[in-house]
């Protein structure tokens, strides 16, 4: 039997997507926001494809038909997943995929931030150099990575990929996560011992705003907060504050609590020298985004087949 695929964002991933091979219409748009219009385009879907357009528990109510909602990311917290479940619609994401991409941005951020290297650039623009008495200036303290400690929360598959990129820096590496592994130790750890902390947990109702201000008070002053993970891990305001008044030394940011940030952000609307804030574009290398979305669509052939993969459970 035919059946009806429906991609709600395709904009938000620039690679192709090949040919389904069972019977099937498939109809994409390219991007998709309201409730309105998501139960009106997946009526009579009996698989969404989506990246991050919100599929609540009000909208899946109204969509009888839905049988997989096949993730084009690792992240699914759009997903209301007890409200898919009770629906007996499957959930499946992807996995793996940007075990280069991220970790390369992270250390992109994290080169950036303890050597200051845009702040430095920014003055050099302003003409800051040409006034300068000396060679050089030291407006901004530099930090070697070599020899300092990388903290990660969250040591699944892309924590590993990091962890082995930092170790080949001369990092020491710790790492904490809820999931019991040889050598971890605990959270209290992470932000009292680390210079450079990086987040990779999932948004969930458990490590919602697991950084505020108290733990940021904990880290050391001179210590980098880099969130590539998801917004709402950590309190904004929280750590605005901190970067205003010294607690920590700088963060580097590829996600925020509300994507794209329409009415505003503090964090992106913040003109400070030690916070890098980019447009959640960490996966997005050109070679990762062909391996998601081929992974995209396996796991739709395999959800098919009778043989899910990549189900995420509530
Ligand atoms: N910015 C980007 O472009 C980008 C790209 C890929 C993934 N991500 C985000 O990164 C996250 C991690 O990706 P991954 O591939 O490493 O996922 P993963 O599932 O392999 O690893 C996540 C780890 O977090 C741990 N964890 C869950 N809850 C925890 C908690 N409360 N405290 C401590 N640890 C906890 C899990 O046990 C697991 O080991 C994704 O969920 C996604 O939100 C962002
Ligand atoms: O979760 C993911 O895979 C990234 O955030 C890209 O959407």
Known sequence: MTKKIVFLDRESLDAKVRAFTFPHEYVEYESTWTPEEIVERLTGAEI?????????????????????????????????????????????????????????????????????????????????????????????????IAGSTLGIVGYGALGKSIAK???????????????????LVDFETILTQSDVITLHVPLTPDTRNMIGAEQLAKMKRSAILINTARGGLVDEAALLEALKNGTIAGAGFDVVAQEP??????????????????????????????????????????????????????
């Not at 996560?177 to 040889?182: I, L, S, W």
């Open 261 to 314: 940030p329409k009415d505003g952000n503090i964090l992106c609307d913040a003109d400070l020298p030690n916070l890098i804030v980019t447009p959640h574009v960490a996966w997005a290398s050109k070679e990762a985004m062909q391996i998601l979305a081929d992974q995209l669509v396996d796991n739709v052939e395999a959800f098919v087949a009778g043989k899910p993969q990549n189900v995420v459970e509530g």
């Open 165 to 183: 990129r930092a170790e080949a820096l001369g990092m020491k590496v710790i790492a904490y996560d809820v999931f019991p592994q040889e050598g």
């Open 48 to 144: 969404a494809l989506i990246n991050k357009v919100p599929m609540r528990a009000d909208t899946l109510a109204q969509l009888p038909d839905l049988k997989l909602i096949a993730v084009a990311a690792t992240g699914t917290d759009v997903v209301d997943k007890a409200a898919a479940k009770a629906q007996g619609i499957t959930v499946v994401n992807i996995r793996n995929y940007a075990f280069n991409t991220v970790p390369e941005h992270v250390v992109g951020l994290m080169f950036a931030l303890r050597r200051a290297i845009v702040p430095y650039a920014n003055s050099v623009r302003r003409g800051d150099w040409a006034k300068s008495t000396q060679f050089c200036y030291f407006d901004y303290p530099i930090y070697d």
